[in-house]
């Protein structure tokens, strides 16, 4: 067995003063992750949004990342070329602070799956103007440096909570299983 | 389950503050499919001839197309319906942008207004909390502003605001409706808009739009995306470059405007200058769209850029597209800095682009001819731009000549006297026209002007090449991948078209030909108009992705109706005929079927009657332009030909046109 493990990363690269702000984006996410696939569209139920005002000429995708349960201790406000953005703009997370990436009815979270057993994401194939493009490449993966990474994790809890409480912790979680 | 649609309207009575959901018919999306063949249909149940733009009973219907909402690329346009001030007759004018997609997102089709509300207020839809909210804090209040302070009050900097600004509150003739990038400028919309006490409409919908068949629908979007594409990547050869892309014109991103400048009018319509476009010009207005322009932008899920951001110095930043561009600066015979600059203004008083720098220019002629006086204009500016930015306020002000000019050309020219009706020169059905004046009679363009009921011939204009190419081997070039055609026939009328001798304007096209191009041609723009297609994409330019071959498909797949293309057309001729019946039960007739007389130098009114005959005929209409008894009957609007008998406009024996003593209603 190789120690080494290879992985492939896609990036999409958001070139935001190619997008036009027309949101073909998040209107062909929607349709293809609804069910059955393209039975409907609603732009509420995106996993990509385009902050857009144009009067002050605002265009970025955003897609949506992780669930988190709870907000960040601080906030962000980025301005960028004289442009001040909201609050959390680039932010991925599906988060308590903001209804973004919920689903509009029952509120659970959405998050971007790169439109899993499509030639490549339908936002990047939608997008004629090439704001975003989808780049792959292989990585190869240190086995040993994650499980260096998990050690430190757990590590640090162990110094948190004691070495018993995480035993009692995954024991449970193993049991859940 | 209702497909493509959402299957229930808003009725909102402005006089006792009542909203209400109401489901449709399925029924009518069959006969009239939507946008504007329902709101026709509205229109003509439920506002009869004798109600004016501003009575309460006038309706002012908001109506997203059938299949906006889905992911038809490019659907997305508004068809706003009501009686028009201005020509008295059925008004229906479209905006893009991202309104219609919204409302069918809230979970509505239309939003219908009647009554009128004292105070001024907006309509909020959040999906199904709907509330009339007071307005007052926004009077006078730009269209543009007016948006980005409800969005800041609502705290929804996602909802989509379609508002009026002072000219809409001040009942001008020619006020437009303003949606960001997109306005539903002709025939004076905003004026009812502002008569209502409607300050705007608010709406946010996170609801889903269903398709009937997903894979299949899905499978023609990917069509039309990979034909616009193609289409980008091969502009048409031989055409200006104006008319070899899709889109609407694209103004905000061709630099080149000697056509434009050179051939049409300048002021009141009136001065061609040739020789304008120098090499000075074109540096001097590259320079000032390159400085004033931040972005190319577009409507809702649509790839073309045919809007801009635009941003003066020291002026607020707001959006334009197409001709608007040029209208302010030829009608003042300025330059683009200014044109850019005073439309800016005009956005958010909500004017009609086409109109406001006409009826200035008409002002400052009627001054100078001494038709009016210097008291007339009150500390007027001397120079000639100052004199634009002072008619402008007076106008949507309704202060002093201001209050008569707000009437537009037509209505001011009456109350004025004195000749001035000589000086409205370039109106249709009462409404202001392209500035444009050519040689030879074009037979198309007469029928076209003649008989369409949209008032704006770059709505019902496009698939047919505009004029002849010279050589044979670039016709055939031409023809060989136009599957757009209805019919086969059409590219044998374009090869065999000469711009010299025997088969050339204005005796080719035969008559028999005109008639197919222009049924051809509007119908493609009326189909557009009831699906939310934007004309850019489909009725508009040469070889569109959308056509009649494609168009019936859609249809099925998105809204689950059974079409097929003669399905199609006996749909859309239906409801135009709809709009046509509106029209003349308010008294229009074929006397009001024509051009501006001085449209063409070289006239043939021999000619001219036989394409107005021919073409009636072949509609279904009678001598008068009205639609015969059989016709309507066949069309299923039997209604309407008994509401014609009994209001003596069709007898019940024949179809010779009454007497136009028992119509009731003259609008001249």
Same mark, same amino acid.
């Given at each position: 067995?190789?120690?080494?493990?290879?992985?492939?990363?896609?990036?999409?690269?958001?070139?935001?003063?190619?997008?036009?702000?027309?949101?073909?984006?998040?209107?062909?996410?929607?349709?293809?992750?609804?069910?059955?696939?393209?039975?409907?569209?609603?732009?509420?139920?995106?996993?990509?949004?385009?902050? #857009?005002?144009?009067? #002050?000429?605002?265009?970025?995708?955003?897609?949506?990342?992780?669930?988190?349960?709870?907000?960040?201790?601080?906030?962000?406000?980025?301005?960028?070329?004289?442009?001040?953005?909201?609050?959390?703009?680039?932010?991925?997370?599906?988060?308590?602070?903001?209804?973004?990436?919920?689903?509009?009815?029952?509120?659970?979270?959405?998050?971007?799956?790169?439109?899993?057993?499509?030639?490549?994401?339908?936002?990047?194939?939608?997008?004629?103007?090439?704001?975003?493009?989808?780049?792959?490449?292989?990585?190869?993966?240190?086995?040993?440096?994650?499980?260096?990474?998990?050690?430190?994790?757990?590590?640090?809890?162990?110094?948190?909570?004691?070495?018993?409480?995480?035993?009692?912790?995954?024991? #449970?979680?193993?049991?859940?299983? | 389950?209702?497909?493509?649609?959402?299957?229930?309207?808003?009725?909102?009575?402005?006089?006792?503050?009542?909203?209400?959901?109401?489901?449709?018919?399925?029924?009518?999306?069959?006969?009239?499919?939507?946008?504007?063949?329902?709101?026709? $249909?509205?229109?003509?149940?439920?506002?009869? @001839?004798?109600?004016?733009?501003?009575?309460?009973?006038?309706?002012?219907?908001?109506?997203?197309?059938?299949?906006?909402?889905?992911?038809?690329?490019?659907?997305?346009?508004?068809?706003?319906?009501?009686?028009?001030?201005?020509?008295?007759?059925?008004?229906?004018?479209?905006?893009?942008?991202?309104?219609?997609?919204?409302?069918?997102?809230?979970?509505?089709?239309?939003?219908?207004?009647?009554?009128?509300?004292?105070?001024?207020?907006?309509?909020?839809?959040?999906?199904? *909390?709907?509330?009339?909210?007071?307005?007052? /804090?926004?009077?006078?209040?730009?269209?543009?502003?007016?948006?980005?302070?409800?969005?800041?009050?609502?705290?929804?900097?996602?909802?989509?605001?379609?508002?009026?600004?002072?000219?809409?509150?001040?009942?001008?003739?020619?006020?437009?409706?303003?949606?960001?990038?997109?306005?539903?400028?002709?025939?004076?919309?905003?004026?009812?808009? %502002?008569?209502?006490?409607?300050?705007?409409?608010?709406?946010?919908?996170?609801?889903?739009?269903?398709?009937?068949?997903?894979?299949?629908?899905?499978?023609?979007?990917?069509?039309?995306?990979?034909?616009?594409?193609?289409?980008?990547?091969? @502009?048409?050869?031989?055409?200006?470059? &104006?008319?070899?892309?899709?889109?609407?014109? +694209?103004?905000?991103?061709?630099?080149?405007?000697?056509?434009?400048?050179? =051939?049409?009018?300048?002021?009141?319509?009136?001065?061609?200058?040739?020789?304008?476009?120098?090499?000075?010009?074109?540096?001097?207005?590259?320079?000032?769209?390159?400085?004033?322009?931040?972005?190319?932008?577009?409507?809702?899920?649509?790839?073309?850029?045919? %809007?801009?951001?635009?941003?003066?110095?020291?002026?607020?930043?707001?959006?334009?597209?197409?001709?608007?561009?040029?209208?302010?600066?030829?009608?003042?015979?300025?330059?683009?800095?200014?044109?850019?600059?005073?439309? +800016?203004?005009?956005?958010?008083?909500?004017?009609?682009?086409?109109?406001?720098?006409?009826?200035?220019?008409?002002?400052?002629?009627?001054?100078?001819?001494?038709?009016?006086?210097?008291?007339?204009? !009150?500390?007027?500016?001397?120079?000639?731009?100052? $004199?634009?930015?002072?008619?402008?306020?007076?106008?949507?002000?309704?202060?002093?000549?201001?209050?008569?000019?707000?009437?537009?050309?037509?209505?001011?020219?009456?109350?004025?006297?004195?000749?001035?009706?000589?000086?409205?020169? =370039?109106?249709?059905?009462? /409404?202001?026209?392209?500035?444009?004046?050519?040689?030879?009679?074009?037979?198309?363009?007469?029928?076209?002007?003649?008989?369409?009921?949209?008032?704006?011939?770059?709505? &019902?204009?496009? +698939?047919?090449?505009?004029?002849?190419?010279?050589? *044979?081997? /670039?016709?055939?070039?031409?023809?060989?991948?136009?599957?757009?055609?209805?019919?086969? *026939?059409?590219?044998?009328?374009?090869?065999?078209?000469?711009?010299?001798?025997?088969?050339?304007?204005?005796?080719? @096209?035969?008559?028999?030909?005109?008639?197919?191009?222009?049924?051809?041609?509007?119908?493609?723009?009326?189909?557009?108009?009831?699906?939310?297609?934007?004309?850019?994409?489909?009725?508009?330019?040469?070889? @569109?992705?959308?056509?009649? /071959?494609?168009?019936?498909?859609?249809?099925?797949?998105?809204?689950?109706?059974?079409?097929?293309?003669? $399905?199609?057309?006996?749909?859309?001729?239906?409801?135009?005929?709809?709009?046509?019946?509106?029209?003349?039960?308010?008294?229009?007739?074929?006397?009001?079927?024509?051009? !501006?007389?001085?449209?063409?130098?070289?006239?043939?009114?021999?000619?001219?009657?036989?394409?107005?005959?021919?073409?009636?005929?072949?509609?279904?209409?009678?001598?008068? %332009?009205?639609?015969?008894?059989?016709?309507?009957?066949?069309?299923?609007?039997?209604?309407?030909? +008994?509401?014609? &008998?009994?209001?003596?406009?069709?007898?019940?024996?024949?179809?010779?046109?009454?007497?136009?003593?028992?119509?009731?209603?003259?609008?001249?």
């Amino acid at each position: 067995m190789s120690d080494k493990e290879k992985k492939i990363i896609k990036t999409i690269r958001i070139d935001v003063d190619k997008c036009n702000g027309c949101r073909a984006c998040e209107m062909i996410c929607s349709a293809f992750h609804a069910a059955p696939k393209y039975s409907s569209n609603n732009p509420a139920r995106s996993r990509i949004r385009i902050i #857009r005002e144009p009067l #002050r000429d605002l265009y970025v995708p955003v897609y949506a990342g992780e669930y988190t349960v709870a907000e960040c201790a601080g906030r962000d406000k980025y301005t960028i070329d004289g442009k001040e953005y909201d609050e959390c703009a680039f932010c991925r997370a599906s988060c308590p602070s903001r209804d973004e990436f919920k689903e509009p009815d029952s509120g659970l979270p959405l998050k971007c799956d790169m439109c899993e057993g499509e030639e490549e994401p339908l936002c990047v194939k939608w997008c004629m103007h090439d704001a975003l493009i989808l780049e792959e490449r292989e990585e190869e993966l240190e086995e040993q440096e994650e499980l260096e990474e998990l050690e430190i994790g757990l590590e640090s809890l162990a110094d948190k909570y004691g070495m018993d409480e995480i035993m009692d912790a995954l024991s #449970r979680l193993n049991n859940k299983d | 389950m209702r497909y493509a649609e959402t299957g229930f309207n808003l009725e909102v009575d402005l006089t006792r503050k009542n909203i209400e959901k109401v489901a449709t018919d399925p029924r009518d999306t069959e006969l009239y499919l939507g946008g504007l063949g329902t709101n026709a $249909k509205i229109l003509w149940d439920r506002v009869p @001839p004798e109600v004016d733009a501003f009575s309460p009973e006038n309706l002012l219907i908001f109506g997203a197309g059938l299949l906006c909402g889905t992911p038809a690329v490019g659907c997305n346009r508004t068809i706003l319906t009501t009686i028009s001030p201005q020509t008295k007759l059925m008004a229906f004018s479209m905006m893009g942008g991202f309104f219609a997609p919204e409302l069918k997102y809230a979970g509505y089709d239309k939003v219908i207004f009647r009554g009128k509300s004292q105070d001024l207020v907006y309509l909020w839809i959040n999906n199904d *909390k709907i509330e009339l909210r007071d307005a007052s /804090h926004l009077k006078g209040k730009g269209a543009i502003e007016t948006a980005e302070i409800i969005r800041k009050e609502l705290k929804q900097p996602k909802a989509q605001v379609a508002a009026i600004g002072m000219a809409g509150e001040n009942r001008v003739f020619y006020a437009s409706v303003e949606q960001g990038r997109s306005s539903a400028s002709r025939g004076g919309i905003g004026a009812v808009m %502002g008569d209502k006490g409607v300050k705007a409409i608010v709406v946010r919908g996170t609801q889903d739009i269903n398709v009937a068949d997903p894979e299949k629908f899905m499978g023609l979007c990917n069509e039309v995306m990979d034909y616009i594409k193609f289409r980008n990547d091969n @502009p048409i050869p031989g055409v200006m470059p &104006i008319l070899a892309g899709l889109g609407s014109p +694209q103004e905000m991103k061709v630099h080149d405007e000697k056509w434009h400048t050179e =051939n049409f009018m300048w002021g009141n319509s009136r001065t061609r200058r040739k020789g304008f476009w120098t090499d000075e010009v074109a540096r001097d207005w590259f320079e000032t769209m390159e400085k004033s322009r931040t972005r190319l932008i577009s409507c809702y899920n649509c790839p073309m850029t045919c %809007g801009a951001t635009i941003s003066m110095p020291g002026l607020p930043t707001y959006m334009m597209k197409c001709f608007t561009k040029l209208t302010y600066t030829m009608g003042a015979f300025s330059d683009l800095d200014f044109g850019l600059k005073i439309a +800016q203004k005009a956005t958010e008083y909500g004017l009609d682009g086409f109109s406001a720098p006409q009826v200035m220019a008409f002002a400052l002629e009627l001054l100078e001819e001494g038709i009016l006086h210097k008291d007339d204009f !009150p500390e007027m500016p001397e120079d000639n731009e100052g $004199k634009f930015f002072y008619l402008l306020d007076m106008i949507v002000r309704r202060e002093g000549i201001g209050d008569v000019l707000a009437e537009g050309t037509y209505w001011a020219a009456k109350k004025i006297g004195n000749g001035a009706e000589a000086f409205a020169h =370039n109106n249709i059905k009462k /409404h202001e026209q392209l500035p444009l004046k050519l040689s030879m009679l074009n037979p198309i363009y007469f029928l076209m002007y003649s008989t369409g009921e949209k008032m704006n011939i770059t709505q &019902i204009e496009g +698939q047919f090449p505009q004029a002849p190419y010279f050589k *044979k081997e /670039h016709r055939e070039e031409f023809v060989k991948d136009w599957f757009h055609v209805p019919d086969e *026939k059409f590219k044998q009328y374009f090869l065999d078209w000469e711009p010299r001798g025997e088969k050339s304007m204005p005796f080719y @096209p035969t008559v028999d030909m005109c008639c197919d191009i222009v049924d051809w041609q509007e119908r493609m723009h009326y189909i557009d108009d009831a699906l939310g297609q934007c004309a850019g994409l489909s009725s508009f330019p040469l070889k @569109p992705p959308y056509h009649i /071959h494609n168009y019936p498909k859609f249809i099925s797949a998105g809204a689950g109706i059974e079409m097929d293309e003669n $399905k199609l057309s006996q749909a859309a001729k239906r409801y135009r005929t709809l709009v046509r019946s509106i029209n003349i039960s308010r008294g229009m007739r074929r006397k009001d079927e024509k051009p !501006p007389e001085n449209h063409w130098k070289k006239r043939f009114p021999e000619l001219e009657k036989e394409l107005l005959d021919t073409y009636y005929k072949f509609k279904g209409w009678n001598n008068d %332009g009205i639609p015969t008894k059989e016709s309507l009957q066949e069309m299923g609007l039997d209604y309407v030909a +008994q509401e014609f &008998i009994k209001r003596g406009i069709l007898t019940d024996t024949q179809d010779d046109p009454a007497k136009e003593a028992l119509t009731k209603k003259e609008t001249n």
